[in-house]
């Protein structure tokens, strides 16, 4: 499954760095969003959702409400089959906006989806 990982991060403490390598384990193919890095754990990172030419069935989110907002225009254009909120990342506008375009939405952790085999 092709998940695209929006707010990426190098840094090993990050909770979307051990999504990305859970993720790569448990046989799924990321594609990591940032415009700080050309590539973490060795995968090619996207400066932005529009960069990404190929089809994405899950986008997980590791960004502050805040900054999401203005990005809904490419989400919705992506066309996921779903969007994961994870926690600190919940807004309530794109959330609706999401739903309203028919795409699925779940406010739940990445990392906890995997774990139990939910994902």
């Known amino acids: 499954m092709n998940v695209a990982i929006l707010g990426?991060?190098?840094?090993?403490?990050?909770l979307s760095n051990l999504a990305q390598q859970r993720l790569v384990a448990a046989g799924h193919r990321v594609f990591p969003i940032?415009?700080?890095?050309a590539e973490?754990?060795?995968?090619?990172?996207?400066?932005?959702?529009?960069?990404i030419d190929e089809p994405i069935h899950t986008l997980t989110i590791y960004l502050a409400p805040d900054k999401l907002s203005p990005l809904m225009p490419q989400i919705l254009n992506m066309k996921p089959q779903?969007?994961?909120?994870?926690?600190?990342?919940?807004?309530?506008g794109c959330i609706a906006q999401?739903?309203?375009?028919?795409?699925?939405?779940?406010?739940?952790?990445?990392?906890?989806?995997?774990?139990?085999?939910s994902f």
């Open 82 to 92: 779903r969007v994961i909120f994870n926690p600190g990342s919940e807004d309530d």
């Open 40 to 51: 973490i754990l060795g995968v090619k990172t996207y400066p932005d959702l529009t960069s």
């Open 34 to 37: 940032t415009p700080m890095y």
């Open 8 to 14: 990426a991060s190098s840094k090993a403490d990050r």
């Open 98 to 117: 999401l739903a309203s375009a028919g795409i699925a939405v779940q406010t739940a952790c990445t990392l906890v989806m995997l774990s139990a085999a």
